[in-house]
């Protein structure tokens, strides 16, 4: 290859993603365009429009964190370690005390206890420390042209307009994280526009400095989402010895009365209340972690953000904001999180011994689960069914 042929081949490959990305912007703003119309249509006024999308353009940080998939999931412990800190406990007891007047209005007024209102404000954006820096409006709209979620964020990008047109907040105040979440509470503008109360009656629905309207929001919102006001959210368990595991599955519900027949007590040996209530059985980590039984509150909490491990979390915070006791467990040492490939290792190696795990995908459905707990019947293990780092080992070092 010639000095010239070579040159010319660096230089096109240096320029090609720079044009890419102005072909891609191009796109973008000509996208961008016909939403504007459309919003005019819907009844946003040209004034909002103009100054709602002034400057924006196509943001590649927010597609990359869009895209971002973790190599790790993080462990139960892992998780809960990192969002019930001693520093978060402590502030919470502060806060709570500080807007106990505030918080007991909202609870008359929605039924949901002030330690939930701060346990949510805390793991949202640890008490309105961090609510986000990106623009809303362009990251929505980057989302929104995005293909892969387009009709979704088209929606979330309208509402958005709609609370800047209704006055609530300025553009420049109107920040949030990538994927559109704002306000100390971190509503999706869809939300906002539904939930969102003027709690300090100034005309406005300030999610960023009015903590009024965040706590009211934030109960409104609860409250809509099915809040039972004489429930709490679950209680740690222990388990009696022999326990099937296979019960803990986080789907069955059973009277606490049946629980306590199959032995369960509470996590400090007292028995369990005689309430006619309905509890499911939680295990989130292995058989040496905690047990939890969790009622419908528990539910409502994973309506707001669908995870068991942030519903043990916020639940867990609320109790220690009004001093009620830690966790009686404690990560062990060999708790270590798996990556993909460790998952199929594990399913690769029950199928191999001819457990049926089912095909080696890397995700840990329940026919992966029953493999897993078949052959810990077969070598007298805990049968807790829960892929780790521990069991990997197990399964990759058998004693002969």
Same mark, same amino acid.
């Given at each position: ?27 973008f ?9 459309q ?10 429009v ?5 400057n ?10 869009? =895209? ?10 892992q ?19 500080k ?10 007024k929605?039924g949901?206890p ?18 986000g !820096? ?8 980057t989302?929104?042209?995005?293909? =892969?979620?387009?009709?979704?964020f ?9 609370i ?35 709690g ?5 629905k300030?999610?960023?400095? #009015?903590l009024?309207?965040?706590f ?33 599955d ?10 306590r ?8 040996g =007292? ?7 309905q ?7 292995d058989?040496?972690?905690p ?7 528990? #539910? ?6 669908? #995870?068991?491990?942030?519903?043990l ?6 109790? =220690? ?8 467990k ?8 798996? !990556? ?11 199928n ?29 293990l805990?049968?807790?069914?829960f ?11 058998p004693?002969?």
């Amino acid at each position: 290859m010639t000095f010239r042929l070579r040159l010319t081949s660096w230089l096109f490959a240096l320029l090609t993603p720079l044009s890419l990305h102005a072909a891609t912007e191009v796109e973008f703003q000509s996208w961008l365009s016909e939403f504007k119309q459309q919003a005019v249509k819907q009844g946003i006024s040209q004034t909002t429009v103009q100054s709602a999308f002034k400057n924006v353009s196509l943001n590649e940080k927010v597609l990359e964190l869009d =895209r971002r998939q973790p190599e790790f999931t993080r462990t139960f412990w892992q998780y809960f370690d990192k969002a019930v800190t001693d520093w978060r406990i402590v502030k919470g007891k502060y806060l709570y005390q500080k807007h106990r007047k505030l918080l007991d209005q909202v609870t008359q007024k929605y039924g949901v206890p002030g330690r939930y209102l701060v346990a949510f404000w805390g793991m949202e954006t640890n008490f309105g420390g961090y609510t986000g !820096n990106l623009p809303i409006i362009e990251s929505l709209a980057t989302l929104a042209f995005d293909p =892969r979620r387009s009709e979704f964020f088209s929606k979330e990008l309208m509402e958005a307009l709609k609370i800047l047109d209704q006055g609530h907040v300025q553009v420049s105040q109107m920040k949030g994280s990538w994927a559109g979440a704002m306000g100390q509470c971190q509503f999706m503008p869809s939300n906002y526009m539904r939930y969102a109360v003027d709690g300090d009656n100034d005309g406005k629905k300030d999610l960023w400095g #009015s903590l009024p309207d965040v706590f009211f929001s934030a109960g409104h919102f609860l409250s809509n989402l099915g809040w039972q006001k004489q429930e709490n959210w679950g209680r740690e368990v222990t388990l009696p010895d022999g326990f099937d595991f296979s019960i803990a599955d986080g789907k069955t519900a059973r009277l606490l009365d049946e629980w306590r027949k199959m032995g369960l007590k509470l996590a400090d040996g =007292r028995p369990l209340p005689r309430e006619d209530m309905q509890a499911k059985l939680i295990l989130p980590s292995d058989y040496r972690g905690p047990a939890f039984l969790v009622f419908t509150n528990f #539910s409502v909490i994973k309506r707001w953000n669908n #995870s068991n491990n942030y519903a043990l979390a916020v639940g867990h915070l609320a109790d =220690r904001i009004v001093g009620r006791p830690a966790l009686s467990k404690q990560a062990p040492e060999d708790d270590a999180a798996l !990556n993909k490939e460790q998952m199929k290792t594990i399913q690769q190696r029950l199928n191999a011994l001819g457990y049926e795990a089912g095909k080696a995908d890397g995700i840990a459905g329940s026919r992966t689960r029953n493999a897993l707990r078949a052959f810990q019947k077969d070598r007298n293990l805990p049968a807790d069914g829960f892929p780790s780092a521990r069991i990997l080992n197990v399964l990759q070092n058998p004693i002969k």
